[in-house]
């Protein structure tokens, strides 16, 4: 019997959304306000969703505390309140929209939940988000 059991967090975080290669005018065109050289922040809720068979001694697919506790620890600790750009390794040479963000939280988890299959569910507003599943 496999459910999948889910996790809601959220963090803030700024951005610019740029290529290097390209002038001001070409990124504007782009990425649209996103582009602007001087950041902005968005309010990111993310929907963490675990996968897998129900261990029939506990009950649970997961534990959802330990879930939490490794969504604190490796999403927000690492994100919530930076300059995604500046701050955060992962973007050093990666442009962070909301697509290569829920790569990078995806890859962070992964590691920690080998035998279950992960959904990332990320908004960047409350109109727009994706969804990776590996
Ligand atoms: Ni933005």
Same mark, same amino acid.
């Given at each position: 019997? $496999?459910?999948?059991?889910?996790?809601?967090?959220?963090?803030?975080a700024?951005h610019?959304? #740029? $290529? @290097?290669?390209?002038?001001?005018?070409?990124n504007l065109?782009?990425?649209? @306000?996103?582009?602007?050289?001087?950041?902005?922040g968005?309010?990111y809720?993310?929907i963490v969703?675990v996968?897998g068979?129900v261990?029939?001694?506990?009950?649970?697919v997961?534990?959802l505390?330990?879930l939490?506790?490794? !969504?604190?620890?490796?999403?927000e600790?690492? %994100?919530d309140h @930076?300059? %995604?750009?500046?701050?955060?390794?992962e973007f050093?040479?990666?442009?962070?929209?909301v697509?290569?963000i829920?790569? !990078?939280? #995806?890859?962070?988890?992964?590691?920690?939940?080998k #035998?279950?299959e992960?959904?990332? !569910?990320? #908004?960047?507003?409350?109109?727009?988000?994706?969804t990776? $599943?590996?």
């Open positions: 019997m $496999k459910l999948k059991v889910s996790r809601k967090a959220h963090f803030n700024a610019r959304l #740029y $290529k @290097k290669q390209w002038d001001d005018a070409k065109e782009v990425f649209g @306000k996103c582009s602007n050289p001087n950041f902005h968005h309010n809720e993310l969703s996968t068979e261990d029939p001694e506990t009950g649970f997961i534990d505390k330990v939490k506790q490794l !969504v604190q620890r490796e999403i600790e690492h %994100l @930076k300059n %995604l750009n500046i701050e955060v390794e050093k040479h990666l442009n962070p929209t697509e290569n829920a790569v !990078v939280i #995806y890859n962070r988890l992964k590691p920690h939940l #035998y279950f992960l959904e990332i !569910v990320l #908004y960047e507003t409350p109109r727009n988000f994706v990776y $599943k590996g």
